[in-house]
Each structure stands twice: as structure tokens, then as C-alpha cells.
């Protein structure tokens, strides 16, 4: 028997973030995004297919009318890859924070009758995410290839840090809209609205450059996924961004992280009361 | 020696908000926001002032009516939810088990399943693959290891929920009436493994409504009633106490359409008296009752109108109906009892938690178990020729 382990049940915690208890529960976040996976491709045929068709289906589609009809500029790179790019680090963060926002809600059963720390139900149902990035990545690769796109070294550099930044910008938002989905339910509704709006404010299938107006492209930038579409795109387009936005974006990214996080720490200690 | 565990004090406190559901709708917020009047919620303390001390090795019993504050205290202890007020000193790791099976997915195989839920308990990977043969003997499902849980019978995926679970190892296992499901043997099973685990010097809190099953496995017992403690002493004492208060069993409803229900032991019979006042005149009452045992397995239960009684035309508002009881007789121990009341087309009313009432000093048989005879006592005529 262990003697030395005394702890205390306390009204409330103060700490922003627990490093030690989530270090301890961290077999557990492998084993809520393990289940996930399981879960999402058990019961369909073509199982993970998925994870790249869709994103394949929808370069299509916006080839077509974005890229063919409407002959919008993609930074000199062939149009579908220009979309593909963006499309790809985007479905991390929709993906992600559609997972992240109903994950507490749907796993209410648990958080009812079991004690883990709350905050990794929201980042494995991220992590769920990240996963299919890495199969549609693979799809990504070749379609690199067929089209003889060279690509700069900067690649093993802007890469993970575009992973990175859009896991954070996920997180952020992700946690916030889960503690107040448990909270208020409506936010359920809000979820694919506010998907949608950040689909189209952010750059993925347009260059920044295409809004005439500077006060509009900074008012871009404050989108927290620029930064990582930009960062995604750089090792093809070999065209540095304006700084000012990339840093905007940054700050952006940041403080939904800390809101997020301060948030769903907050209220964490009452999910099970009201779920 | 420290206690192990260290209860000082605990108060919790829930708001009942009197319009909205469990969970709060944005637009009441903003309409109550706007309104001047004040949001009509209303403090309850569910728990208030609980201090107990715990040594290592103690199993400790908690018992008390349904609304004493059990479960709060067993999801206070657990971490689920925070106290209000006080504080808990833990000198050890605490488990526990508010349900089995908590996180069972039925897409996912049996085995799949063992890993998510002993992950969820606790368990490292590394515990739980060396002593997965173990979880799998115990639960008796390994035929059926690789197939997915939703074609599993109920009575198996509760077998193998509680196999993950009776290999946790913690200082401190906490135990919410788990026991109440499964069939008598799987229960045996279940509780046995429990005096193994509280023999091998591990800290048990349990609660049950299962008088038998806390008496067996705890020394010492604490009575909860609206949220303080009532007695803290030996089992004996304690479920001696719990009994007492359950002999008089009266349950007093307010707001609603029966007033108070009240079942006693009149010698070998028992007598169901309900109180009923409805808001129209009503033509013919109707009251049902069930009786089950303390697993909620119905024994008996009957209503007028099932048993086709007539009776003349009632056309008031408020009532008393009583029924005595007579046959069939039942064996000593607990019992839950349901109340339905109603006309003789709907239901008005019905209880939610069952009235747990006690039957005693039955001149029973000798050496008869309820679990093998059955809780009812048959009257028989022998002959022999």
C-alpha cells in the first residue's frame, strides 16, 4: 500500500491547469480517442474512406464552381490544390470543434458517474480529428505528386506548427462551447451556424488578397485558423504572408485558448450537476 | 494511525429552480434577465454537516430512505461533483462505483470494452492486460470476447461490467447498490468477491438499500436522514435503527394528488392505507399496488379493477382507501412497495422511488432463505400414503 498519497476534496480548485492529475489520467486520453475512432468507423462499409473521400468530394465541388465558374486567384498553385490545402487543415478545426462542442454533452452518462479530468473528453474528440487529417494527408501527398507541385524544405517546419496552431484555435473554442453546451443547450443549434460563418471568413478557398478593402483583410486575420491555413499553404506557395496579419491571427488563437480553457475549468466542477 | 479518509464537515447545496428543467434554457435566462422580478429558485441543502472519520481496513456501511443524501455523499467522495462547504483528507486512492459498466459502448467487443472501462476505473493498460484472464474467467464470457456488446444478453454485459471492476485495487473502493442487479447467484458471486477484497485490508464504503448485504460485509454502519447523520455505529445498531424508522413508514406528499401513503405489518397481513385528494370529483378510485423485493423483482400486486371489484359510484373529491393485505404471507426481511392511484380510465399518480417497508417476527420455518425458497410463504397441507 501506497502511504504517501493524501490529497483533498476541496469546494474548488484554483489551478489553471492540473499538469499532474492530467499526466496521471494521460493512458486516458489515448483510450477516449481510441474508442472514438472505433466507434465512428465500425458501422460503416467503407470504414476510413471516409476520412479521405470526404474531403476529396468537397475539393471537387469547390473546384468547380470556385476554380472553374468563378475563376478565383490561388497564389499560382493549380486551383485544386490550393483548395485541398485548405480544406484539409480547416476539417481539423470543424471537425474538431463539432466533436469537442458535443462531447461533454454526449458523454454525460460518464462525467455522471465516474471522476477523470473533464478537460480530456474535449481534447481526445480533437485528437479524433486530428486523425482523419492524417489519413487525408496521405490522399494529400499523392495528389502533391500527380501534379509535380514542388515544394519548399520550409515544409518540415510550417507543417507541424500548422497542425499545431489549429489544434489550439480547436481547443479554444472547443472547450468553451462544450462547457456551455452542458450549461444551455441552444448552443447545440449555434454550432453549425458558427462553423459556416468561420468557413467563409477564413481564407481557405480564397486568398486574402481577394478582399480590396486592408481593413477587411485585418479583420480576417482576427480569425484564429488563419494563421494556421497560411502556415499550411506557405512550403507550396512560397510567398510569405504579411506579418501583421500572422500575428494578429496568433493572438487570436491565444486568448480563445486561455477564454476556452479559464471557461471550461470554471464550470467543470459542475457537469455532473447539470448534465 | 491517521484515518484514511477524513470527512470534515461537508455541506452541499443544490438550486431548484421551480420553472426550468434539469438544465438551464437560454432564452428563460434572458427573459428572467429582463424581467424585475427574481428568479423563483429555491436552496436545498442535500447534505448538511456530515463529519465521520474512516481507518484503513474499515468497511463502513451508509443506509438511509431514499432523498437522505447517500448518493451525494458517495459522488462528493468520488470527486464527481464538489462540496459546498467542508473537506475530505484522503490518505489513499479512491475508486469508485456508482454504476457498472459506466462508458460500456455496444458497438465496441467485449474486449474492447474491458480496456475503456477499466481505463475509466482507474486501471493502468498495463494492470488491466495482466489481469485480463482473470477479468475474463470471473465474468464468464469468453466465447463471446470479440463480439460486439449489443449482441450480448443483459444478464452478460453486467457480468463482465462487474469483473472489470472487481479488479481494481485501490485503498478505497466506494460501492452504490451495484448488488441490486443480476440474478441470486451472480449476486452471491458479486458479494463474495466483495468480503474477499474487504479481507485483504482495503478500505469499503457501501451503500445499499440491501440490509442482508451491508450487515455481511460491514462492521460498522452510518443512518442518513435529510442530509445529517442519524447514527454512526456498529451494523447492528445501525440497521436495528433503519428498521425501526422504517416500521412506521408513512410517506407524506405535498402538491400533489395523494396526500401520504402508509403501509404497516398488522400481524401476518399488512395494511396499505393512501390518502387521496383530487381536484374534480372522481366516480370510481382505483389504487394498484406492487410488492417486490429489495432487487425490485415484483412478488404481488393487484388493483380493482384487475381483481373486477364493483364498487358504488364515489363522486367525491377526497378519500382514504385502505387495503388490507392477507394473502400471501411473506418472510422476514425488506420489501419495496409501489402505489399507482388513479380513476378507471388513467393514471393520476404514481411513486417514483419505491416505500421500503420491513416484515417481521413471522413465525417462519425453520432456516428458510428468501434467495432459495422464495419470499413468499406458502400454506400447505401434507399427506403422506
Known amino acids: ?275 | 494511525m491517521k484515518p484514511i479518509l477524513e470527512i470534515q464537515d461537508i455541506s452541499k447545496k443544490f438550486r431548484i429552480s421551480h420553472q426550468t428543467g434539469s438544465y438551464l434554457n437560454l432564452r428563460e435566462r434572458v427573459v428572467n434577465a429582463l424581467k424585475f422580478e427574481k428568479n423563483s429558485t429555491e436552496d436545498f441543502w442535500a447534505l448538511k454537516d456530515i463529519s465521520f472519520e474512516v481507518q484503513a481496513g474499515e468497511s463502513i456501511g451508509i443506509i438511509g430512505r431514499n432523498g437522505a443524501g447517500k448518493s451525494t455523499l458517495l459522488k462528493i467522495l468520488s470527486k464527481i461533483t464538489p462540496p459546498t462547504q467542508g473537506r475530505i483528507i484522503s490518505r489513499g486512492r479512491i475508486a469508485s462505483l456508482l454504476e457498472v459498466g459506466t462508458g460500456f459502448h455496444p458497438e465496441l467487443t467485449g474486449r474492447e470494452n474491458i480496456f475503456f472501462n477499466g481505463s475509466l476505473l482507474g486501471m493502468k493498460r498495463k494492470e488491466i492486460e495482466s489481469r485480463f484472464d482473470e477479468i475474463v474467467d470471473f465474468s464468464g464470457v469468453e466465447k463471446f470476447l470479440d463480439t460486439p456488446l449489443k449482441h450480448y444478453s443483459s444478464g452478460m454485459q453486467l457480468r463482465l461490467a462487474f469483473a472489470v471492476a472487481a479488479f481494481l485495487e485501490p485503498e478505497i473502493l466506494i460501492i452504490d447498490e451495484v448488488l441490486a442487479v443480476g440474478d441470486a447467484e451472480f449476486q452471491k458471486k458479486c458479494l463474495g468477491k466483495m468480503e474477499d477484497v474487504s479481507k485483504s485490508g482495503r478500505t469499503i464504503l457501501f451503500v445499499s438499500h440491501n440490509m442482508d448485504a451491508v450487515l455481511s460485509l460491514c462492521k460498522s454502519g452510518i443512518l442518513l436522514k435529510e442530509g445529517g447523520i442519524d447514527v454512526f455505529g456498529t451494523t447492528q445498531d445501525v440497521v436495528k435503527k433503519y428498521h425501526l424508522e422504517m416500521d412506521q413508514n408513512v410517506l407524506s406528499i405535498e402538491n400533489e394528488v395523494i396526500k401520504f401513503i402508509e403501509i404497516k405489518q398488522i400481524d401476518e397481513g399488512l395494511l396499505l392505507t393512501v390518502k387521496f385528494n383530487t381536484k374534480t370529483p372522481i366516480d370510481y378510485p382505483n389504487l394498484g399496488f406492487s410488492i417486490a423485493d429489495i432487487s425490485g423483482h415484483a412478488i404481488t400486486g393487484t388493483n380493482p379493477r384487475k381483481s373486477k371489484r364493483e364498487f358504488p359510484n364515489f363522486s367525491r373529491s377526497e378519500g382514504v382507501i385502505e387495503v388490507k393485505i392477507q394473502s400471501p404471507k411473506l418472510s422476514n426481511g425488506t420489501y419495496q412497495l409501489f402505489v399507482w392511484f388513479g380513476d378507471w380510465h388513467s393514471n393520476f399518480f404514481e411513486t417514483k422511488d419505491p416505500i421500503l417497508f420491513q416484515i417481521n417476527d413471522i413465525a417462519e420455518e425453520h432456516n428458510r432463505n428468501p434467495k432459495l425458497d422464495g419470499y413468499v410463504i406458502p400454506h400447505c397441507e401434507w399427506t403422506v400414503s
Open chain 1, 1 to 275: 500500500m501506497q502511504k504517501d498519497i493524501e490529497y483533498i476534496i476541496e469546494p474548488t480548485e484554483k489551478k489553471f491547469l492540473n499538469f499532474a492529475v492530467l499526466w496521471q489520467y494521460r493512458e486516458l486520453f489515448y483510450f477516449f480517442t481510441w474508442r472514438d475512432i472505433k466507434i465512428k468507423y465500425k458501422q460503416t462499409a467503407l470504414g476510413f474512406l471516409w476520412a479521405i473521400l470526404q474531403p476529396l468530394l468537397m475539393m471537387s465541388i469547390f473546384t468547380l464552381f470556385f476554380g472553374r465558374a468563378l475563376n478565383i486567384p490561388s497564389q499560382n498553385l493549380p486551383y485544386p490544390i490550393y483548395v485541398f490545402s485548405g480544406l484539409l487543415i480547416w476539417n481539423i478545426f470543424s471537425t474538431g470543434l463539432n466533436n469537442a462542442a458535443n462531447s461533454m454533452v454526449n458523454n454525460a452518462s460518464i462525467i455522471k458517474k465516474i471522476y477523470f479530468p473533464r478537460l480530456i473528453v474535449p481534447v481526445s474528440s480533437i485528437l479524433v480529428a486530428l486523425f482523419d487529417f492524417l489519413m487525408a494527408l496521405i490522399l494529400f501527398i499523392s495528389i502533391l505528386i500527380f501534379y509535380k507541385q514542388p515544394v519548399s524544405w520550409t515544409i518540415v517546419f510550417y507543417w507541424p506548427f500548422a497542425m499545431l496552431f489549429s489544434v489550439i484555435a480547436t481547443l479554444g473554442l472547443g472547450c468553451w462551447l462544450a462547457a456551455l453546451n452542458v450549461k444551455y443547450r441552444d448552443f447545440r443549434y449555434v454550432i453549425p451556424f458558427l462553423i459556416q460563418v468561420l468557413f467563409f471568413l477564413t481564407p481557405v478557398l480564397y486568398p486574402i488578397s481577394l478582399l480590396k478593402h486592408p481593413l477587411l483583410q485585418y479583420a480576417l486575420a482576427t480569425s484564429p485558423m488563419y494563421i494556421a491555413v497560411e502556415f499550411f499553404r506557405l512550403p507550396l506557395t512560397n510567398t510569405l504572408p504579411n506579418m501583421d496579419f500572422v500575428w494578429i491571427s496568433l493572438a487570436s488563437n491565444i486568448v480563445f485558448l486561455l477564454i476556452g480553457v479559464i471557461y471550461f475549468r470554471r464550470t467543470e466542477d459542475f457537469f455532473a450537476d447539470f448534465a
